[in-house]
């Protein structure tokens, strides 16, 4: 599964969109690629700031960040939804109350 990831930085209000070029297969049958996309965003390396700058950089400017100053934290880039490419289909979005990042 191909993903577009819509991302907005909360300091200026800019929101961009990340075209992903990965395939989300999923670890296994019950750990599938929504399950997957869900956990690495809600908790694991694509919760952070440090990485979402990444993201959201390629998304500005059209090609990946080498040298970015980041900030581990969780408060500065929102994934305002993760949409399955194709398809109308929200696969995440952050919801901070219930994962309480
Ligand atoms: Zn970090």
Known sequence: MKIDIH????TT???YVYY????????DEDRNADYQIEWMFA???????CNRAL???AAKTGK??????RDCGHERYTIE???ERGTDRVVYYD???ASGL
């Open 81 to 83: 939804r993760i949409v």
């Open 43 to 49: 908790y694991g390396n694509y919760a952070c700031d």
């Open 95 to 97: 919801d901070d109350e």
């Open 55 to 57: 993201y959201f950089e």
């Open 20 to 27: 992903d070029d990965s395939d989300w297969a999923g670890w």
């Open 7 to 10: 991302l907005r930085d909360n």
């Open 64 to 69: 990946w960040p080498n040298n970015l100053d």
């Open 13 to 15: 209000g800019e929101r």
